[in-house]
Structure formats: C-alpha cells, structure tokens
C-alpha cells in the first residue's frame, strides 16, 4: 500500500494553513462560518495551556477559545464551569476527580477500584448538574501497587477484568444521569517526559481496550481515543477510527513524535483523519491536547484551521 495518501503536498498543506489562519487572526470574537466550518466540534485542553507554554488562567483560555471557533475548554475543574458559560463555552469532558496524576489508579486494580467508582460517580453528579456530557477514565497502571514498579504486575486479562466488574458498577449510575465515562488508551513507549508517555499504565493496546468497553455493554462507556497515543502504540489511525467506530466517545489531537504541535514537524496527517471522523458519523468533540513549544496561541490557531474540514 502506498503512502502518499498521508505524506503528498504537505508543504503545500501546511501553507494553505498559514494562509487561513491570517483570516482567523483578524477575526474578532468567536470565528464566523466565513473562517471555520465547524464540522468537527473543537477543544481546548485546559491543562496542556495552564501548566505549559504561556500558562494561561482560565479567562484567557476562554478568550482564545471563541476566538479560534473552540467550543469548549476540557479537563478544568468544575469551579471553572459557570467561567466556561459565561463565555458561551462548555466542558466537553471532566476530570474524574482523582488526587494526583488521575491515570496511576484505576479499575484494573481492586485495591483503588471503590475509590475510583466513588470520586468519579461525584463528578457524574456535577456533570449532571452543569450538563457536561462526559467524564474522563483510566485503566491505571499495571503494578499490583500503582506507585510501586516493583510490587509485580497484575496481567491484562486480570486487570480487564477487574475494569469491566468496576465499570459496570458506574455504569447504569452513568446512563441514569445523561453523562459518558469515556476511558481513555496511552502509550507506554515515551518515558522522555511524564506527559508524553506513561510507561506501567495497563490500557495501552487500544485494540485490547476497545475490546474490554464492549464487554461492558453499555452506551454511557466509552473509549477516548487519543490519536496520539494509538499513532505511537498500533497506528493505522483511520483503519481503527473505523473498527472502533462503535465505542469512540472523545478524541484527543497531538503532534507525534513529540506531543507537540499539529506541524510539519510531526508525523501524523490530521485533515484525512478528521474527514474520517466525520464518515462514521461521529458527533462528539476532538480537544486539542498538545504541549506548546513556541507560541501558543499561533500553534493553536494551526492545529484548528488544520482539524476544521
């Protein structure tokens, strides 16, 4: 098989880019139908511009949001929520309220699974309330003691197991109250940087994962897919939008290697897999979740025009 499909002309792509986004730069406001199509419903992943980069506060998240036709700020804490209205913006999915870096205790281990099932039926709770249509979720890492390497490692049949008893649990609590639990597959090969990789987590054959949210059986249990993160553990991208198409519940963007921007620098060809978003139908969300590098707002701007076909 060839592979001028995801390579050809991206010179000439990336320049229709920058092109595009001079217009979007003018705009005042949130982006008109004249700058952005808005097909694919795009978002901001608060934490990647909070902590990294500029590091900007939630307001000028907001700002830059309506700006480039963002129709939401993800993974923010509901304090920020009735900021997020405010400004005619949502939170396309929430965070699962664990202390900590959320993805180490998960329901693949019994020893953290109650306490998972009970912060994350919390914010089912304020989802509910604020009408945020989903909450984020993990398998966790594999280590029988999450934080401990050395505490032996449970296997993936044990561990999906364990996954499939806990979310059925939250499951029904889920589609009783209108909220998604969409869990999330990361990779395991980038131990260059704690955001980039997550070497020890359990879930990071997407296929594997896929295959454990059936087992679940219900609409209100999703998968996040992370277009980063299956390019670097199973890639064939668009192939496994399409087998997936059945338990995709959100979508994550980064540039791969790297975890940086969506440019030339990078390996992953954004615009085909966003058209094949759109021809399995899905509705959802695609938050932009990578680490900025240069400037932030002018990656951003990029990394919409480039997802907006």
């Known amino acids: 098989m060839k592979h001028e499909s995801l390579t050809i002309n991206r010179r000439g792509l990336f320049a229709t880019v920058a092109g595009a986004t001079l217009a979007t730069a003018s705009t005042k406001g949130r982006a008109s139908s004249e700058t952005i199509k808005g097909h694919i419903k795009q978002s901001i992943v608060s934490w990647c511009f909070s902590s990294m980069g500029d590091k900007w506060d939630i307001q000028k998240q907001c700002q830059v949001a309506n700006e480039l036709g963002c129709v939401s700020i993800e993974l923010t804490q509901p304090a920020n929520w009735p900021i997020l209205k405010q400004h005619g913006l949502t939170c396309a999915i929430a965070p699962n309220g664990m202390p900590g870096a959320p993805y180490v205790k998960g329901f693949n ?5 109650e306490e998972v099932i009970t912060r994350t039926s919390k914010m089912i709770d304020a989802c509910a309330a604020a009408h945020i249509p989903a909450v984020i979720a993990f398998t966790g890492f594999k280590w029988r003691d999450a934080e401990d390497s050395k505490s032996g490692a449970m296997t993936d049949e044990e561990a999906f197991d364990n996954c499939v ?30 955001m980039k990789g997550h070497p020890g987590y359990q879930g990071d054959n997407v ?38 198409k059945d338990v995709i519940g959100h979508v994550h963007t980064a540039g791969c290697p790297g975890r940086g921007e969506l440019d030339e620098s990078q390996e992953i060809n954004y615009p085909p897999i966003m058209k094949k978003l759109l021809a399995i139908g899905y509705e ?3 938050g932009q979740e990578f680490i900025p590098t240069r400037d932030a707002f002018v990656g951003l ?9």
């Open 109 to 113: 281990n019994l020893k953290y699974q």
């Open 207 to 244: 296929d594997a994962v896929a295959n454990m949210l059936r087992r679940v059986g219900s609409d209100r249990v999703k998968l996040l897919f992370d277009i980063y993160h299956v390019q670097i553990m199973n890639g064939d991208i668009i192939r496994r939008i399409e087998e997936c």
């Open 284 to 286: 959802g969300y695609v």
């Open 165 to 194: 008893v806990g979310l059925k649990k939250i499951a029904g609590y889920a589609e009783n109250k209108n909220v998604t639990v969409c869990l999330e597959h990361l990779n395991t090969r980038d131990d260059s940087h704690p």
């Open 301 to 309: 701007r990029e990394a919409v025009t480039l997802c907006d076909v």
